[in-house]
């Protein structure tokens, strides 16, 4: 085997982040397998500069520090991280062959692969200028300073960069195909109290420019109209897959949620789920609600991999 560990992690985000962290806190080795290049999950790839407001203990913390302070926490035990490894075959006895042929053998697993491998929806207009002007996700504020920004969407990605933006933009315009947003209401009411432009009912039909995008056109019915533009974020969604988990003999409702019980147990014995991925009558989807969950996966595969051991190791204030 590549690596020989306790319990393997399927799954980088705030919940796999926080299971390497208590796993190490009950004396287990753990390796983490993402596939992405990086850590954090949807935070890092969507909104690591987005402000969080419901992570206990934190009035407002950015994604990128949340993710950071997580992978501190864990730090102390040194999980080992397989970072750009997407989980493909599982074996009898929990050995999971990633698509680049490496093998890990493990004593049992968590999945807390929130909604697997993502893919954002394209905007067609502008499918030629993707990295050149056009973007599906913020990695660094600083990039829009002074530029003529149009983003394109109605939920709450597209107004979050609207609210994060207008100050260090020089424009902000938003467009929506419709009249009505999903985006959470006080966004909405926020964004409208700024010097943020809203257009609805419109699409844009054009992008143009000479190797970046320089301008935009917008179809408003049978009107057209022209802004000048430098930015474009696509903030129009994605879609989900979880894969090669399809295949491995666990339960997944409608090929996207887990099914769990109290112990986030999974129907197959020794296979655990925390975080976006699991189900079951009240879930809430939130992270703060998958660092619980998480924590209750692993002390329930510490039981499995050693019945002599506790499901409640006591509390970390207890410890040495």
């Not at 926020?190 to 000479?210: L, Q, Y």
């Amino acid at each position: 085997m590549d690596h020989d560990v306790d319990l393997l992690v399927v799954g980088a985000g705030p919940a796999g982040l926080f299971a390497a962290y208590y796993a190490g806190f009950r004396g287990l080795s753990v390796a983490v397998l993402d596939s992405l290049p990086e850590p954090g999950g949807q935070i890092n790839a969507m909104y690591p500069e987005k402000q969080i407001h419901d992570i206990a203990g934190f009035p407002a913390v950015r994604g990128r520090e949340l993710v950071d302070r997580l992978l501190d926490q864990a730090e102390q035990f040194q999980p080992r991280y397989l970072l750009g490894h997407r989980a493909e075959k599982l074996e009898p006895g929990f050995v999971v062959t990633t698509h680049r042929g490496t093998r890990v053998a493990a004593k049992a697993i968590v999945i807390t692969g929130g909604i697997g491998t993502f893919t954002p929806r394209p905007l067609p207009a502008a499918r030629e200028f993707a990295g050149d002007g056009l973007a599906y996700f913020v990695r660094r504020l600083e990039d829009y300073a002074g530029a003529d920004v149009l983003i394109v969407g109605g939920g709450d990605s597209a107004f979050d960069w609207a609210l994060a933006l207008h100050p260090l933009a020089r424009t902000v315009t938003l467009v929506h195909r419709r009249s009505t947003f999903r985006a959470h209401p006080t966004t909405v009411s926020a964004v409208r109290a700024s010097p943020v432009e809203i257009v609805t009912d419109a699409e844009v039909s054009k992008v143009a420019g000479d190797g970046r995008v320089e301008l935009v056109e917008i179809s408003l019915g049978e009107e057209v109209r022209s802004i000048p533009c430098q930015k474009i974020i696509a903030a129009l969604g994605f879609t989900a897959n979880l894969g090669p988990l399809l295949e491995w003999g666990v339960h997944i409702e409608n090929r996207r949620h887990i099914p769990v019980g109290s112990s986030m147990a999974t129907n197959v014995p020794g296979i655990f789920a925390a975080g976006d991925i699991t189900d079951y009558p009240g879930k809430v989807r939130l992270i703060a609600v998958g660092f619980g969950e998480a924590a209750t996966a692993v002390n329930n595969a510490a039981h499995f991999i050693d019945p002599d051991q506790p499901v409640f190791p006591g509390h970390s204030t207890d410890a040495g």
